[in-house]
């Protein structure tokens, strides 16, 4: 047996030297990869390990690149990424300019396609098979790997819908662990249970599957003979009919996603089948790992970890601000305590967002509807129709996924849905896909909306206060991933004048007009002591906008620094060139933000660093301006 397989591995040409007896072993090898270099450098760790074997046989047996492969969600692709070239550098995983997290084009030939948002492969894969039987490449595969939750996004079966009246040469493989972060839920769930449980049609499906492979050798037609005889099986065995062969697929499974052996021998029959097909595999989150296997939900990112004993590593500062999303959790539980009306919706997000904390006291109150933002905002919107008040918590970047439903569905018929939008701004990490650059900007345009930042904790409860009174309307509030700066936050309520800011520091040279918790930033430049006189305001709302304090401020300053942690398109800087222009003010005015390019990964320091208004870029403009 060779030591250290993984080490001779550079791409998937080299896989296919391994003989299928080792494999096994290299298996074993990749998972202790990811799990030493995810105890040292955080990033997704239970969804990768769920599927080593899977991808150690998909490299095997199909032609990648050519053949094209999707991995969805994408943080299941850290075992494709080590064998696809970037083992050497995998330590760099999510770290300021090292590899990205999740698939990206521009960073290998063996990522056909970006998927940082879940629920997209099918609809992608579908459209290269499509590509591949117009350009009569007929021996070309397109696969599409589709799990953590992702079939619980409405988008899959809009793909899957499509697909099957296409007959292009396209193979879904469902990855079926019964988790996203959190436990999978709804009907899906619970079809796809009833099919991986029966042990009756299991066996049943192993002797046909047998049959199939050795009459096929003699009659061509056999193969259709059997399939059908094995779909009628189907129907009269499961609770319900099958599915994906209802959409036009043909359905083989489920089988163990842990047996890479057999893996191998189902995918090159596969290989051999023409059309749209479906292959359900059953697999374990964290895999391999003991503790990850036990509590899916924490080990999904866990942060750093001793790889031998499991045990969490937190760093255990003195006096830590809490969380803005744990500042949520826990006042939308006492809002809902003294308000009957008030319920929470996330779409598959509740221990990311924190509604886990409303969820194990008020249960019935509180809605995971999957991952499914569009269904969750006009859900919500239903609830307010009746009466309801709905706190629906979407994180910022997944929020882009339902804009037609916050127009059309909440808006326009001014319904009381109050949009919780975390992870606002730039995330770190999780880079471009995630970063919550544009809510400011897209939900600026909308009628009837009023937009809100908190600059800390105590903010954002009176922010959420406000938002549930009577007759207010579409309420957005966005608040960062991380920290707040307040530690003393649990204050009594008090109602805020929408639309109105406040001036935190007074100064006579230049004014800096910001928005949200990025403000801090300001503050922290303010401390070093710049050369001009500088007055900081937190505008807290977007829209309306504070015009009083406005005009207060173009009277006064003829220098000016707007700053926020978004777009400086459509945001905080054009609302107040806008307002200059529209009042006939003039003024110097540089507009601080997230420039017009998509920001890469790292932290957030490093990030504000780049982008120009960290505090040192702050203060730089003020000494400049």
Sequence with gaps: MNKNILETINS?????????????????????KIIDE??????????????????????????????????????????????TGRRENFDTNRQYKGISGFPKRSESEYDSFGTGHSSTSISAALGMAVAAKLNGEKDRLSVAVIGDGAMTGGMAFEGLNNAGINNANLLVILNDNNMAIDPNVGGMNEYLLDISTSKTYN?????????????????????????????????????????????????????????????????????????????????????????????????????????ETGELIKENKPDTPPKFQDVFGHTILELARNNEKIVGITPAMPTGCSLNIMMKEMPDRCFDVGI????????????????????????????QRAYDQVIHDVALQKLQVIFCLDRGGLVGADGATHHGAYDLAYFRC??????????????????????????????????????????????????????????????????????????????????????????????????????????????????????EDGTTIGGLGSAVLEFMADHGYSAKVIRLGIPDHFIEHGSQQQLYRECGFDAEAIYNYICSI
């Design 12 to 32: 998937p040409a080299d896989l296919k030297k391994v003989p299928e007896d080792d494999l096994i072993q290299l298996c074993q090898e990749l998972r202790q």
């Design 38 to 83: 995810c105890s040292e450098h955080p990033g997704h760790f239970g969804a990768g390990l769920g599927v080593v074997e899977l991808t150690v046989a998909l490299h095997y047996v199909f032609d990648t690149p050519y053949d094209n492969l999707i991995w969805d969600v994408g943080h299941q692709a850290y075992p494709h990424k080590i064998l």
């Design 203 to 307: 066996k049943l499906k192993e002797d046909v599957w047998r049959i199939l492979g050795r009459l096929n050798k003699i009659s061509p037609g056999a193969r259709n003979f059997i399939q059908k005889v094995d779909n009628s099986v189907k129907s009269l065995l499961l609770k319900q009919s099958n599915l994906f062969e209802a959409l036009g697929f043909r359905y083989f499974g489920p089988v163990d996603g842990h047996d890479v052996n057999h893996l191998i021998k189902v995918l090159r029959d596969l290989k051999a089948i023409q059309g749209p097909k479906l292959l359900h595999c059953i697999t374990v989150k964290g895999k391999g790992f003991k503790q990850a296997e036990l509590d899916q939900t924490t080990w999904h990112a866990p942060g750093k970890f001793n790889k």
């Design 372 to 399: 499914a933002e569009q269904h969750a905002v006009t859900f919500s919107a239903g609830l307010a129709a009746q009466g309801y008040i709905p706190f629906c918590n979407i994180y910022s970047s997944f929020m």
């Design 446 to 563: 909308i009628p009837n909306m009023t937009i809100a930042a908190p600059f800390d904790e105590e903010e954002l409860r009176n922010m959420m206060y406000t938002a549930q009174l009577p007759d207010k309307g579409p309420f957005s509030i966005r608040y960062p991933r991380g920290n707040g700066s307040a530690l003393h936050w649990r204050t009594p309520f008090k109602e805020l004048e929408i639309g109105k800011g406040r001036c935190l520091i007074e100064g006579d040279e230049v004014a800096v007009l910001s928005i949200g918790a990025i403000g801090r930033e300001a503050i922290k430049a303010i401390e070093k002591n710049p050369p001009h006189s500088v007055a900081i305001y937190d505008m807290r709302f977007l829209k309306p906008l504070d015009t009083e304090l406005l005009h207060t401020v173009f009277k006064k300053f003829s220098k000016i620094i707007t700053l």
